[in-house]
């Protein structure tokens, strides 16, 4: 190319943060458009782990390790199964030096990645509304404040609902027929130390096998984020005549709902602070692929929204930003095509993304299976899944040095 193209990022969560972030690096300008009013002005969720083979990948490409790890939580990375008695079933106690998939607040990452951005790079406040091809890939962008920007590449990183993905494809979300109930409990090991002693450093996962669950995480601060988590339909507040805004009818229908199960893990879906926020599972098609549209692809979840189990979402996201990044620097660089550096792009984050997702959208349904024949007959292996990041990173980085990539 013998001009930089003008690059709009829509969405300012991880993807797109990370990729405004390694064009910077390579003296790229982009501009990354968010309808939020701050990188602080909602609650971002809990905790999350960054992959060796992936997550920190990106991050390398980004100079952000350091930073990242006097953020992370190695011991975050403990991860224990038991049933509805409370009866451990299997754990895992990461070595002390393991940083195959350290935690970090969801919270955290976002505020990291947008404070080593230059000034003004993300304009905060602009809710897309509509875009415009104009024609030979440039694109209109307009925002509900009346503002517009044309680009030769729009960059949708704007998740599950996004804007950008109609451009590319038809394929929408569908629900996974699990809604969840996120809870926080604050002070834990003080206010909560039935709760502290049963999540400890890192996850507790527990589900009875007839569809329901809970999954606590340990976040920073002090605070851990559970998730009360069953099958139902979308109207199921509405079914079981519950306001979900009312603390104590939510309480009192998941008492209910959880009978079965056991004393010592009734703390965990009942003692919560605050209130429960609804929440639901949904997922693109997977594997999802789209032929090429020229100045229009897709990062993260736009691309490949699927279920939340194996953490591979946002690691995937990560990696996707820093490797768009690189492939608009070479066709800079090189004065080539930037159509042919999206297509390469594509052609690998497909394949990759595609897999991860299909097998994440499988494991949510044998963890909330309600049949014994469709239930997973034993827990991952953590340590399995450990050596696996790092000898996936191994050989990223060996094809790298190879020019392979």
């Known amino acids: 190319m013998t001009t930089t193209p003008r690059i709009a990022i829509v969405g300012g969560g991880p993807a797109g943060l990370m990729c405004a972030r390694v064009l910077q690096r390579h003296g790229i300008e982009a501009a990354v458009y968010d309808a939020d009013t701050a990188v602080d002005s909602r609650d971002p969720g809990g905790t999350l782990d960054l992959h060796a083979d992936s997550g920190q990948i990106a991050l390398e490409d980004a100079g952000l390790m350091d930073a990242f790890l006097a953020l992370a939580r190695l011991e975050g990375q403990a991860k224990t199964r038991r049933d509805q008695h409370g009866t451990v079933l299997a754990a895992f106690t990461p070595a002390g030096d393991d940083q195959a998939a350290p935690e970090i607040d ?33 694109h209109r962008l307009e925002f ?14 704007d998740g ?12 929408a979300p569908r ?29 507790m996962f527990s589900t009875d096998g007839a569809g329901r669950a809970v999954i606590v995480q340990r976040n920073s601060n002090g605070v851990v984020r559970g998730y009360v988590a069953f099958r139902a339909a979308l109207d199921w507040a509405v079914t079981a005549g519950v306001d979900v805004a009312d603390h104590e009818a939510v309480r ?32 693109l098609p997977a594997p999802l692929t789209w032929d090429r549209v020229p100045g229009v692809t897709l990062l993260g979840d736009a691309a490949h929204l699927m279920a939340p189990f194996g953490g591979h979402g946002t690691n995937l996201a990560l990696l996707d930003g820093a490797e ?3 492939a608009i620097k070479h066709a800079v660089k090189k004065e080539s095509s930037l159509e042919d550096a999206v297509a390469r792009y594509e052609a690998e984050m497909f394949p990759r993304s595609g897999e991860l997702a299909a097998g994440s959208n ?35 980085r060996r094809r790298r040095a190879a020019g392979d990539r």
């Not at 990291?112 to 000034?119: A, G, R, S, V, W």
């Not at 996974?176 to 502290?196: K, M, N, S």
């Open 106 to 138: 969801r919270g955290q990452l976002r505020t990291m990645l947008y404070e080593h951005l230059e000034p003004g790079t993300v304009r905060w406040g602009h809710k897309l509304v509509h875009v415009a091809p104009l024609g030979g890939g440039a």
């Open 362 to 396: 499988t494991a949510l349904a044998r963890f909330f299976a309600t049949t014994s024949a469709d239930a997973p007959h034993l827990p991952p292996d953590h340590q399995q899944e450990h050596d696996n990041y790092r000898a996936r990173a191994a050989e990223y």
């Open 144 to 157: 509900a404040d009346g503002h517009q920007r044309e680009a030769d590449l729009v960059i949708g990183a």
């Open 324 to 326: 768009l990044a690189h």
């Open 252 to 283: 009192a229908h998941l008492v209910r709902e959880f009978s079965g199960w056991a004393e010592v893990m009734r703390p965990l879906i009942t003692d919560n602070d605050g209130d429960y926020v609804a929440r639901s599972f949904w997922a």
């Open 175 to 203: 629900y996974l027929g699990v809604q969840f109930l996120d809870a926080r409990f604050d002070a834990v090991d003080t206010r909560h130390p039935e709760v502290a002693a049963i999540v400890g450093d890192g996850h």
């Open 160 to 171: 599950a609902w996004s804007r950008i993905r109609p451009l590319l494809t038809d394929a």
